[in-house]
């Protein structure tokens, strides 16, 4: 059995920007919209969550002991 492989942001983000170009067009049926904008809202979520990663990842620092503190320059 395959395992779904998680798109990366790239991916998640290119998606959510062909239903913001389809929505902002106007050219589809109502019903559609509605779930174009429910499968952009999911994908804006999961871009975020990404993002939010990255930002405590970047933001934390691996001490000696194997725990994360936040990040800071000595001076």
């Known amino acids: 059995m395959e395992t779904k492989k998680e798109k990366s942001f790239e991916e998640n983000l290119e998606e959510l920007e062909n239903i913001v170009t389809k929505l902002e067009n106007g050219d589809i049926p109502l019903d559609d919209a ?19 990663d990255a930002n405590e990842t970047i933001t934390k620092s691996l ?10 320059i000595d001076e």
């Open 34 to 52: 509605i779930e174009k904008f429910n499968e952009g809202m999911v994908l804006a979520n999961k871009c975020n969550k990404i993002l939010e």
């Open 63 to 72: 001490n000696k002991d194997n725990t994360l503190e936040d990040f800071k």
